[in-house]
């Protein structure tokens, strides 16, 4: 993500941290008497906050479900990015929750089969393997095809080659 900053411009890589950073500033910022009222910025703050309103009880969850069907590999696209899922899901309506910073893959259950960190950019890709693991030990020379193959340690590329 980029930002313009007083003419600035810089990337963002972890939401999380920036938003930490974020409240910080805004603590230190507290402490700064009102532009127009000449009253500390805190002491503003208690007299609003004396006025709100009661949160509801109940947590509100930010996000977007999406029905989409798997490729014959278990690929799902979200927002012309790839996500895996499982080979169990592959031609499959699976449903996908979407929020800022994670695309989780859900089964029939809404239970969450793997959960991947939200791609931003053009043609990314996200592959967790584990969900395949059990699929590349039953048909082994599979492996070889697989993206995975290319991360292997030398040692290990040499083995399966033999």
Known sequence: MRCLNGGLQYTILDLDQFNKTLWKQA???RDRPHYEKNILQSKLYKVDQENWLMLPEKEFHCARYQDVRADKYGMVTVD???YSTSPRFAKQLVRVCITYNTVSILNDRNEVVVKHS???GIKR???IWQTYLDLLSKRRRAIKYSSI???FPTIWSDYCKR
Do not use: A, F, G
């Open 149 to 151: 193959y290319n991360q």
């Open 80 to 82: 012309k990015k790839q």
């Open 118 to 120: 939200r791609l931003y």
């Open 27 to 29: 603590e230190e910022d």
């Open 125 to 127: 890709k996200s592959m």
